[in-house]
């Protein structure tokens, strides 16, 4: 085959290692399948609809000051009232995990991506992705911050996390 009509085959997106933006469509292939997004209980409205408007929210208790995620009726502390505040969006990472297979799309146009538990200041954990490094950059201790909002639905949106600038690689 000639180098002419090599490039116009419509070529499958390809996402760059530790990016998981939505791809773009390729003429003649299947649409990419978009991130599948959650299906919000009332306890939890408020804190994907944050997410979707590029708030990350935790929950505080008005008694006791405790913070914690996921949302809760009352505090898990003392039992108190909880309310809705802004979290800092920074943290730490605590744990990782690499994923290198996935055969579900839209995961599989994303391989390899970085599935991370991350303690933010405020104290709660939440699990989310370190996106804007190469994967196998990313290390415990880590410190990254939520920069990156993506809309997954008309009710929620999800945090994505990137590590700090002036981040060093471990390995």
């Known amino acids: 085959m000639s180098a002419s009509k090599a490039s116009k085959t419509p070529q499958a997106p390809q996402a760059r290692p530790g990016d998981m933006r939505p791809l773009a469509e390729v003429p003649g292939e299947r649409p990419p399948k978009p991130r599948p997004a959650p299906v919000p209980d009332p306890e939890a409205a408020q804190y994907w609809a944050a997410m979707g408007e590029g708030r990350l929210l935790v929950q505080g208790c008005t008694r006791c000051g405790n913070r914690q995620l996921y949302p809760r009726q009352h505090c898990l502390t003392c039992r108190g009232p909880v309310e809705w505040v802004e979290a800092s969006g920074r943290g730490t990472v605590y744990s990782y995990t690499v994923i290198r297979q996935n055969h579900q799309r839209p995961f599989r ?13 405020e104290g709660p ?23 990156r909002f993506d809309v997954l639905s008309d009710e ?4 994505l996390f990137e590590p700090v600038p002036g981040f060093e690689h471990r390995g």
Not at 110 to 118: C, G, R
Not at 156 to 159: L, P, V, W, Y
């Open 125 to 147: 954990r939440i699990m989310t992705n370190v996106v804007g490094c190469d994967p196998e950059d990313v290390y415990v201790g880590m410190t990254v911050e939520a920069t």
């Open 156 to 159: 929620a949106g999800i945090a």
């Open 109 to 121: 146009d994303w391989i390899p991506y970085v599935v991370a538990l991350v303690d933010l200041e």
